[in-house]
T-cell receptor, first 115, second 111 residues
Framework: NAGVMQNPRHLVRRRGQEARLRCSPMKGHSHVYWYRQLPEEGLKFMVYLQKENIIDESGMPKERFSAEFPKEGPSILRIQQVVRGDSAAYFC?????????????FGQGTRLTVV | TQLLEQSPQFLSIQEGENLTVYCNSSRVFSSLQWYRQEPGEGPVLLVTVVTGGEVKKLKRLTFQFGDARKDSSLHITAAQPGDTGLYLCAGGSSNTGKLIFGQGTTLQVKP
């Protein structure tokens, strides 16, 4: 049973380009979360999605960032017109449900470097 | 403002020593999860605690959830170099799987 799969593992983009990060949740999981981590820091929540729905996007920057989780295929985190400050590790997690205490399992992350 | 405060932020100890990492908040959480993260990897779940006062043991690791469900601690007995890593606590609320993370404790265990 494969875990949460993220790709690419490393992504280099020039300022102004677009970055697309993909996440396939664990089998049987329909809840997906995206987090951002700066070096030596904890993870900051960005967005919570279920299939075809954004449930909570309170952690998403208002501009340039968007996320989707289509009926078929992986969840996508899209960053338009990237800037140097977007450089970070982006992690996806998935869970079976959203009940208290439900366990979230993380992927290995995508490390985005903006040059 | 950090909702979950972890202390200490950095800890460097010798193999065989004991240590405790604390995770504190003024807010009540429905669950508390502890993760360990190695450089270049994603966080790996160690334990989930949901009941106030709950204690869970995982080999040399002991996790406790405070009675009021606002704080938690992780105690490691006889630390080993393999315990080196970033330890993260994360609080969960009911009706959402969203987690609020502490800033992490970087542990280095020297042989």
């Amino acid at each position: 049973n494969a875990g949460v799969m993220q790709n690419p593992r490393h992504l280099v983009r020039r300022r102004g380009q677009e970055a697309r990060l993909r996440c396939s949740p664990m089998k049987g999981h329909s809840h997906v979360y995206w987090y951002r981590q700066l070096p030596e820091e904890g993870l900051k929540f960005m967005v919570y999605l279920q299939k075809e729905n954004i449930i909570d996007e309170s952690g998403m920057p208002k501009e340039r960032f968007s996320a989707e989780f289509p009926k078929e295929g992986p969840s996508i985190l899209r960053i338009q017109q990237v800037v140097r400050g977007d450089s970070a590790a982006y992690f996806c997690a998935s869970s079976q449900n959203d009940r208290a205490g439900t366990e979230a399992f993380f992927g290995q992350g995508t490390r985005l470097t903006v040059v | 403002t950090q909702l979950l405060e972890q202390s200490p932020q950095f800890l460097s100890i010798q193999e065989g020593e004991n240590l405790t990492v604390y995770c504190n908040s003024s807010r009540v959480f429905s669950s508390l999860q502890w993760y360990r993260q190695e450089p270049g990897e994603g966080p790996v779940l160690l334990v989930t605690v949901v009941t106030g006062g709950e204690v869970k043991k995982l080999k040399r690791l002991t996790f406790q959830f405070g009675d009021a469900r606002k704080d938690s601690s992780l105690h490691i007995t006889a630390a080993q170099p393999g315990d080196t890593g970033l330890y993260l606590c994360a609080g969960g609320s009911s009706n959402t799987g969203k987690l609020i993370f502490g800033q992490g404790t970087t542990l280095q265990v020297k042989p």
